[in-house]
């Protein structure tokens, strides 16, 4: 299990003990490269920086709370996934982690290609120039509107989630006058071990067609009749923030048997599989990331076994990680605002953001670090829960951790790892103005999305 994704057991000051720490860091100051971008570091003044900017400097240009993109890392980790899969294999990048038009031009020029789950990210994608036979279409209920838009575009391939889809599909496509790539998401009845919310190949959630009682194999018998449709493959995902590689390896098995039983009813090798993405990230030290030529080498092998074994040619392999690559790559810069010391029990440590910047500590328990970033100290740790400014008990940051006692209003903090899932999740909760997306690069920073503003909240408002 991830700690990170799902936390055992309560999380009262007085059974901290017992629970994830037991003990303060032997370094406030430290910054653990594993969950920190790649350029950040501590300067000799005490002060944090990324890609050669520190973060005072950056607040006063940006603005608190903000999210800080280290570029360099970014296409350094779309590129390790791509390596480590080499030109046999394709890596779409999960747009839903977090997408913007240079995220989009950073994967087009490091040779990735990209999922997307919405008309929006799909529109996203084609404004800055990704080829649209390097985007996958997904989702559990396409609208008409957007099928048509990624038939029409061109889409790469459209990954099929209900039999309803199927014909679905396969009618637009018919009636646009074209044959539409697609593949077939099954749910391998793996139980990933993940939070509830973010596992998705046990039998009993919404997504996919269950290869359990044959419906996946019906699936493809249907979509393989229908003139729309050029099936390509079998897609599979199995769950997000995960560790361990054995529920990737039971899904990949149970992809091929699919295969080979395919070749036997229909004499057709389908040439694709896609096993998702769902490879977990360092949110604290405690976790242990596996490295993608490690996960690229798994997956390869237990393919060309299983397919070796059917007498299958192996088929190109595809993955699509979101997190893995985007994740570790951005921090949260906050202003501390209010602190409040509660005898016996904890400090409650107050920023201008919170549950509208990063929703993943109320939704699934996600535990996170935190660190002192506008200067270095010497005083004791203080046991901390860092909370934003929303009108709601459980609007928490970071539930346990420990910042120097000498904090005071006006430090800055910084919480790591908010590259996935954060300002993509971000909501207007208590009309909050949502923060801005800061790519830093070799000493320059540039706005890759504005912050929201008061304008921007009531043009919507036309009432
Ligand atoms: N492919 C498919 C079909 C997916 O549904 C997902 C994520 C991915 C790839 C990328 O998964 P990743 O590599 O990023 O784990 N909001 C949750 C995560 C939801 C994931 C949804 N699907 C969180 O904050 O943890």
Redo the contacts with the bound molecule.
């Keep these: 299990m991830s700690r990170s994704?799902h936390p055992a057991g309560p999380r009262h000051a007085d059974v901290l003990t017992e629970g994830h720490y037991t003990a303060p860091p032997a370094d406030l100051n430290a910054l653990d490269p594993k969950v920190w971008a790649h350029t950040v570091s501590r300067n000799e003044d005490g002060v944090v920086s990324v890609g050669g900017i520190d973060v005072a400097t950056l607040a006063e240009e940006f603005g608190t709370p903000a999210y800080f993109m280290d570029e360099a890392d970014f296409r350094a980790r779309a590129r390790s996934w791509r390596t480590a899969f080499g030109h046999d294999a394709d890596v779409?990048y999960?747009g839903?982690?977090f997408l913007s038009r240079a995220v989009v031009r950073w994967l087009h020029e490091e040779g990735l290609n990209l999922?997307v789950?919405s008309g929006g990210e799909l529109a996203t994608a084609l404004s800055a120039g990704m080829p649209a036979d390097r985007i996958a279409f997904?989702g559990n209920n396409k609208s008409t509107e957007e099928i048509t838009k990624a038939v029409e575009s061109g889409v790469g391939r459209i990954?099929l989630d209900s039999f309803q889809e199927i014909v679905r599909v396969a009618h637009i496509a018919q009636s646009l006058g074209k044959r539409q790539r697609v593949q077939i998401?099954v749910t391998v009845g793996v139980e990933a071990h993940t939070?509830e919310?973010?596992a998705?190949a046990h039998e009993d959630q919404k997504?996919g067609i269950a290869l359990a009682d044959g419906q996946a194999a019906e699936a493809v018998r249907r979509a393989l009749a229908l003139d729309g449709l050029e099936v390509v493959g079998i897609?599979s995902?199995i769950?997000?923030?995960?560790f361990d590689m054995a529920g990737f390896e039971v899904a990949a098995r149970r992809v091929v048997a699919l295969l080979a039983a395919v070749r036997d009813e229909h004499g057709v090798e389908l040439p694709e599989i896609d096993l998702?993405?769902?490879?977990?990230i360092a949110y604290t030290s405690e976790d242990d990331p596996r490295e993608p030529h490690e996960i690229a080498k798994a997956l390869n092998e237990i393919v060309t076994r299983e397919c070796e074994a059917a007498k299958l040619r192996t088929p190109r392999i595809s993955v699509?990680?979101?997190?893995?690559i985007v994740?570790p790559t951005a921090f949260t810069l906050y202003e501390v605002g209010t602190i409040k010391p509660l005898d016996g029990l904890r400090t409650y440590v107050s920023v201008d953001g919170g549950m509208s910047d990063n929703i993943?500590t109320a939704?699934?328990d996600?535990e996170y670090s935190v660190a002192l970033v506008s200067r270095a100290s010497d005083a004791e740790p203080m046991l901390v829960r860092v909370v934003g400014k929303h009108c709601e008990s459980g609007d928490i940051v970071v539930r346990d951790a420990f910042l120097p006692a000498d904090l005071a209003p006006g430090d800055l903090i910084a919480v790591p790892a908010t590259g996935?899932?954060c300002r993509s999740?971000a909501s207007n909760y208590n009309h909050a103005l949502r923060p801005p997306v800061v790519a830093v690069n070799d000493g320059e920073a540039r706005v890759i999305v504005r912050r929201e503003t008061e304008e921007d909240l009531l043009r919507l408002d036309i009432g």
């Design positions: 994704a779409f999960a839903k982690a999922d789950c997904h990954v998401r939070h919310f973010i998705t997504f897609h995902h769950g997000s923030q995960i998702g993405g769902g490879l977990g699509e990680p979101g997190r893995a994740g993943r939704l699934y996600a996935a899932y999740m």
